[in-house]
């Protein structure tokens, strides 16, 4: 290695003479200019969550080393162009790239992934941006959804700013918070979630208490997250004033049915991170879009910073 090393270092101050006029040559000339690309992104009409992420497009174009040239275009309009007529517009923004031998070449690998589509024109690029809207689901105004884990420490962080929200007299009247739960079903395999068998069972008695004990589900929640690793739920309920023998005699039928649905519900939206925000259910936020809607600006785990405190760190299972 250190022969190759010498070898090297002569070459190059051999060379140096002979480089130099080159160099001052090309230091005239222009860099070659950057092939430009045709970026079509069709954003959602309703939400700004929906809208071009500026971030991804720069990420885009510095991956294919291409000048961008941005059209954007409105969801409602999509019909009236034949070439974007018939894609699917479930989730936006939805990006597109237009098609050229050269860019397929370079998202080939994307597309035998799944992760990238095409078509005769572009280069289709689906549920891209950490933040998007889904264009066909049923609205439900005022009401947030917080997708979780139960034993994800950065679910359990969300939860704990709601209850926090909930102590300094914070929350807003008129709007609804809701916990669900990040979990997959497969009718042979059962239930299976990234932090083994005990997360499902406790978001099987957390979906019970929230039914029957719904005064007391946040502050069972409050006691829960100080260790909820612990296998001592049940002290956490005795805490909270809920009979856990209530809730273990609806665990294996009515409990295992409610989490089905949860399971469904979430695969709906393609749901597989803790936290996920869902905001009137059609638009999906992370920790920080969701501290923008109004009244929510108590999700931001850095807002401890205004208060003397750490920062929370920001992140998901």
């Known amino acids: 290695m250190k022969k190759l090393i010498s070898i090297l270092v002569i070459c190059a101050l051999a060379g140096f003479a002979f480089a130099a006029p080159a160099k001052k040559a090309a230091a005239k000339a222009k860099a070659p200019a950057k092939t430009k690309a045709e970026i079509v992104i069709v954003e959602s009409d309703e939400y700004e969550?929906?809208?071009e992420d500026p971030q991804l497009t720069s990420g885009i174009a510095q991956f294919l080393n291409v000048e961008p040239v941005v059209t954007k275009v409105s969801y409602?309009?999509?019909?009236a162009d034949p070439k974007l007529a018939n894609l699917d517009y479930s989730f936006l923004p939805l990006y597109l790239v237009k098609k050229t031998d050269a860019i397929r070449t370079k998202l080939e690998k994307h597309i035998q992934y799944g992760y990238a589509q095409e078509n005769d024109d572009f280069i289709i690029l689906p549920k891209q941006t950490r933040s998007g809207v889904y264009s066909d689901k049923?609205?439900?105004p005022g009401v947030m959804e917080i997708f979780v884990m139960s034993q994800c420490p950065y679910g359990?962080?969300?939860e704990n700013l709601v209850i926090q929200a909930q102590k300094d007299g914070k929350l807003?009247?008129?709007?609804?918070?809701?916990?669900?739960y990040v979990v997959n079903y497969d009718e042979e395999k059962g239930f299976s979630s990234l932090h083994g068998s005990a997360e499902w069972e406790e978001d099987i008695r957390q979906l019970l208490i929230a039914k029957y004990y719904p005064k007391k589900f946040w502050k069972y929640l409050e006691i829960r997250n100080k260790d909820y690793r612990s296998s001592r739920w049940d002290?956490?309920?005795e805490e909270a004033g809920i009979s856990s023998k209530k809730i273990m005699?609806?665990?294996?039928?009515?409990g295992v049915e409610l989490l089905k649905e949860e399971a469904k519900y979430g695969k709906e939206y393609g749901v597989n991170a803790s936290p996920t925000f869902l905001w009137e259910g059609k638009v999906k936020l992370d920790f920080g879009t969701a501290s923008e809607i109004e009244g929510f600006s108590f999700l931001n785990p850095n807002a401890s910073k205004a208060q003397g405190q750490a920062a929370a760190p920001a992140g998901s299972c």
Do not use: N, Q
């Open 49 to 51: 969550a929906g809208k």
């Open 138 to 140: 049923t609205a439900k």
């Open 249 to 254: 005699k609806k665990f294996d039928e009515e």
């Open 76 to 79: 409602k309009d999509v019909s």
């Open 235 to 237: 002290k956490a309920m």
């Open 156 to 158: 359990a962080m969300a």
């Open 172 to 180: 807003p009247a008129d709007k609804e918070i809701k916990v669900r």
